[in-house]
T-cell receptor, first 115, second 114 residues
Framework: QQQVKQSPQSLIVQKGGISIINCAYENTAFDYFPWYQQFPGKGPALLIAIRPDVSEKKEGRFTISFNKSAKQFSLHIMDSQPGDSATYFCAARDPMKTSYDKVIFGPGTSLSVIP | EAGVAQSPRYKIIEKRQSVAFWCNPISGHATLYWYQQILGQGPKLLIQFQNNGVVDDSQLPKDRFSAERLKGVDSTLKIQPAKLEDSAVYLC????????????FGPGTRLTVT
């Protein structure tokens, strides 16, 4: 119930193409779903986040699509650029009723955008 | 604003030795987290502080790991004795609110145990 599953493990996309990363969860109590971007040698950085009562959120070239009934959400990167090459983590916040909330990270997707 | 600072950036030790990592969070951030990131995996929470108190250490291997947050600001994470499976990147993060999904991460310390 605590897991966040993520696929694919790695992804290669041509410049200008659309990158799509998918995540799934089981715990319906999760209340926020952030995406983090991590470049080599750096810590993860928050990219975009969505609440489960919203079906889509767009920020620039990055869009989260959320399917509450299927317990799935995805990140779409439009017009992918070589500078987008990084590892992407989906995550979920668990509002623990008996202790402090915690954020659970997926295993990550390594994205390479080739010219 | 200055980001989360961590040191050292890299550390190589032999098994059974001890090691300590330091973290300075963003000024004003009350919540501080230590994560372990094994190669190819997502960050795994080890311990979470609210000011200088521990609010979650359920995943911290307490027989060998310890952490403290001095005066609610800087924090240190110690491993004693280290095992081969402790080889990982240790990330420190901070947030303004408790257990916020909006966390700010430092660059991490890459630990190699030989």
């Amino acid at each position: 119930q605590q897991q966040v599953k993520q696929s694919p493990q790695s992804l290669i996309v041509q410049k200008g193409g659309i990158s799509i990363i998918n995540c799934a969860y089981e715990n319906t109590a999760f209340d926020y779903f952030p995406w983090y971007q991590q470049f080599p040698g750096k810590g993860p950085a928050l990219l975009i986040a969505i609440r489960p009562d919203v079906s889509e959120k767009k920020e620039g070239r990055f869009t989260i699509s959320f399917n509450k009934s299927a317990k799935q959400f995805s990140l779409h990167i439009m017009d992918s650029q070589p500078g987008d090459s990084a590892t992407y983590f989906c995550a979920a916040r668990d509002p623990m009723k008996t202790s402090y909330d915690k954020v659970i990270f997926g295993p990550g997707t390594s994205l390479s955008v080739i010219p | 604003e200055a980001g989360v600072a961590q040191s050292p950036r890299y550390k190589i030790i032999e098994k059974r030795q001890s090691v300590a990592f330091w973290c300075n969070p963003i000024s004003g951030h009350a919540t501080l987290y230590w994560y372990q990131q094994i190669l190819g995996q997502g960050p795994k929470l080890l311990i979470q502080f609210q000011n200088n108190g521990v609010v979650d250490d359920s995943q911290l291997p307490k027989d060998r790991f310890s952490a403290e947050r001095l005066k609610g600001v800087d924090s240190t994470l110690k491993i004693q004795p280290a095992k081969l499976e402790d080889s990982a990147v240790y990330l420190c993060a901070s947030s303004l609110l408790v257990a916020s999904y909006e966390q700010y991460f430092g660059p991490g310390t890459r630990l190699t145990v030989t």
